[in-house]
């Protein structure tokens, strides 16, 4: 099975939150990090939390680790239309810089 | 945060020639790079790992002769796709990574292979 796994989809209204969620399953991952992706763009670096960590908060964003379920997930509080992207979860591994990524949760915000 | 330039950003090329897709730090010297790619729709695919003045580490099944690295300073590294074919054509992604923990992300570059 994928390493990184997201669901795919995401409907949410403006100006409620919106929650991403993301499973893996290497313990021995390092670094955990979500990426925003517009059509036709690059990924932005949206925040990232150190796997010792439970929760981080950035602005908007909110982060939660679930170490022992290898659970992450990212909350967007008061979604706008400009939130509307593709969202990917990845993993950064302890040896290395490879990350491996999530299949990524298409986040779709309706006015 | 670091920014991470690629160019071109989209590129149209004929069947059985080669393109060169550039991928720069600008503001960082970059030790390691690595090049995805993007089918639509699909998650990003880790194609090789472009280390400053060594050969770059390929994954498994992505040809080596097909997809030339080549990372000659700290702030570039360029990915040759060679006599590209239409099922080459895709989105080709650069991220980087100093001596920081973070990888940042190019804008991508848009290979149309006609």
């Known amino acids: 099975g994928e390493d990184v796994e997201q669901s795919l989809f995401l409907s949410v209204r403006e100006g409620d939150s919106s929650v991403i969620n993301c499973t893996y399953t290497?313990?021995?991952?390092?670094?955990l990090y979500w990426y925003k992706q517009e059509p036709g763009a690059g990924l932005q670096l949206l925040t990232y939390?150190?796997?010792?960590?439970d929760m981080k908060q950035d602005q908007r964003l909110t982060v939660l680790l679930n170490k022992k379920d290898k659970h992450l997930s990212l909350r967007i509080a008061d979604t706008q239309t400009g939130d509307s992207a593709i969202y990917f979860c990845?993993?950064?591994?302890?040896?290395?810089?490879?990350?491996?990524f999530g299949g990524g949760t298409r986040v779709l915000v309706k006015p | 945060g670091a920014v991470v330039s690629q160019h071109p950003s989209w590129v149209i090329c004929k069947s059985g020639t080669s393109v060169k897709i550039e991928c720069r730090s600008l503001?960082?010297?970059?030790?390691?790079m690595f090049w995805y790619r993007q089918f639509p729709k699909q998650s990003l695919m880790l194609m090789a790992t472009?280390?400053?003045?060594?050969?770059?580490?390929?994954e498994q099944g992505v040809e080596k002769d097909k997809f030339l690295i080549n990372h000659a300073s700290l702030t570039l590294s360029t990915l040759t796709v060679t006599s590209a074919h239409p099922e080459d054509s895709s989105f080709y992604i650069c991220?980087?990574?100093?001596?920081?923990?973070?990888?940042?992300f190019g804008e991508g570059s848009r290979l149309t292979v006609l």
């Open positions: 991220s980087a990574g100093g001596d920081g923990y973070h990888l940042f």
């Open positions: 290497d313990s021995s991952s390092t670094y």
């Open positions: 939390i150190f796997s010792n960590m």
């Open positions: 990845a993993e950064r591994k302890a040896a290395g810089n490879k990350l491996t």
């Open positions: 503001d960082f010297q970059a030790t390691t």
């Open positions: 472009s280390n400053e003045g060594s050969k770059a580490t390929y």
